[in-house]
């Protein structure tokens, strides 16, 4: 069993990029099943012979007696969970584990009512075949080392990472009655990285967070190289969130992608947020940090806005299939939002997903200098209007046009968006 973990792992390191057309060569490949296969056999109560911990035997770091047990209860109009917080067990477990030591949390629905702070200078191999209850609490946080090499933690989540429950429904009709869940009440953040790198994050199903996902740059410094592949990650205010909490700081080359290298999904309020630092930063401007060749590589469904990207932000990749149906697609009015103004930019994106861009989402912009590449482009969804195209220096959208458009079409374009015939 050891061993064929391990094999996983090692699977887990394939991941590369296709180089077979002009623009495949920015999609991820996916890993093989025996991966997959492998880690699924996992029997929390073979942990002795894994070399792992199974935070079941930390039950004298309990307070009050309290035994470590799966009892999480969720009651209807309720938003948190009720049962015993194994927070303290899990962070024994975690102190107590060798180097190259597996956590274990089985299967079950577990409360942690405190957050998980990593240790900065020892890795953590965690896997979690259960769910877990945050109630409105953050979950995972991984800070930078102390003085060390990168710690390169790998978090495997099968289950369910809960922060708060019984959201209401997030449909187009919620969402037109104003009835939808209040994403702006949600500040909980489900895995937060801060100035740290290298780390490996598998999440099944995240819900219930203001942020499924965040990666922050602070104090001059920032996060780089971590990846997050996920299955769903489902209501929450943010999907992915990129972040400079000073205005002078970094979050460069993270890369997204869905479950072992297959399909990934948000829906929920916004899938993904660049924030630059949003007041006077040191030098006077604004919307400040640096944010350079990340990727995103998933299907968006089901969301009120698809992307929000604010600051200096150069080289991202957008391999997004956008769900370009009306109920089951984007419910907001400007769901894309690339900044195109001085003094930061949204500088040279590549679009590369494989489905559609609706004219009507890109009236605020998708940035300078940058490359559609294989995604049709429609007018209002019924008129095809290029599959190629570029941006210009002023943030205009030029569309390579290969067959003819109506007049009547051409004269509804926004502003910002010419064809080249």
């Not at 390191?13 to 296969?37: C, H, M």
């Not at 006077?280 to 350079?292: K, M």
Request: with cysteine; glycine share 10%; charged share 20%.
């Amino acid at each position: 069993m050891k061993h064929l973990f391990f094999f996983a792992l090692f699977c887990l390191g394939t991941l590369f990029l296709s180089a077979q057309a002009a623009f495949r060569e920015y999609k991820s490949r996916g890993i093989p099943n025996t991966a997959v296969d492998a880690l699924a056999q996992i029997d929390p109560e073979d942990a002795a012979k894994m070399d792992a911990l199974n935070i079941t035997g930390f039950s004298n770091f309990m307070p009050g007696g309290a035994k470590v047990v799966a009892d999480a209860r969720v009651f209807a109009n309720e938003d948190t969970a009720r049962g015993t917080d194994v927070s303290p067990a899990i962070n024994a477990a975690i102190k107590a584990a060798r180097k190259g030591q597996f956590v274990i949390i089985g299967p079950g629905d577990w409360v942690i009512s405190t957050p998980i702070d990593l240790p900065p200078n020892k890795q953590v191999n965690l896997i979690c075949t259960g769910n877990l209850h945050f109630n409105k609490r953050d979950g995972f946080r991984i800070v930078a080392p102390t003085g060390g090499p990168e710690p390169q933690h790998h978090l495997f989540f099968y289950g369910s990472l809960i922060g708060s429950e019984n959201l209401p429904k997030h449909t187009r009709a919620t969402h037109d009655a104003g009835m939808q869940p209040k994403w702006a009440e949600m500040k909980n953040t489900a895995v937060d990285i801060t100035n740290c790198s290298k780390n490996f994050v598998l999440i099944n199903r995240a819900e219930g967070f203001g942020n499924a996902v965040r990666i922050n740059g602070e104090k001059g410094y920032g996060s780089e190289e971590n990846t997050v592949s996920f299955q769903f990650l489902y209501k929450n205010a943010n999907g992915i969130t990129l972040r400079s909490v000073d205005g002078n700081s970094y979050v460069d080359h993270n890369k997204f992608i869905g479950f072992y290298g297959g399909q990934g999904r948000i829906s929920g309020g916004l899938a993904i947020h660049i924030d630059g630092y949003d007041k006077p930063a040191h030098n006077g401007e604004r919307y400040n940090g640096a944010f350079r060749s990340n990727e995103f590589h998933f299907l968006v469904a089901q969301v009120d806005s698809i992307v929000v990207a604010n600051g200096d932000i150069t080289e991202p990749l957008f391999d997004i299939t956008i769900e370009g149906g009306d109920n089951t697609g984007v419910f907001g009015a400007d769901p894309i939002q690339m900044r195109s103004e001085a003094p930061n930019f949204v500088r040279s994106p590549k679009y590369c997903g494989n489905g559609i861009l609706n004219t009507k989402w890109l009236k605020k912009g998708l940035g300078v200098n940058g490359v559609i590449m294989g995604v049709p482009v429609y007018f209002d969804n019924y008129a095809l209007l290029g599959t190629t195209g570029k941006t210009d220096a002023k943030g205009n959208l030029i569309i390579d046009s290969k067959n003819a458009v109506p007049k009547a079409v051409k004269d509804k374009l926004p502003k910002n968006i010419r064809l080249v015939e």
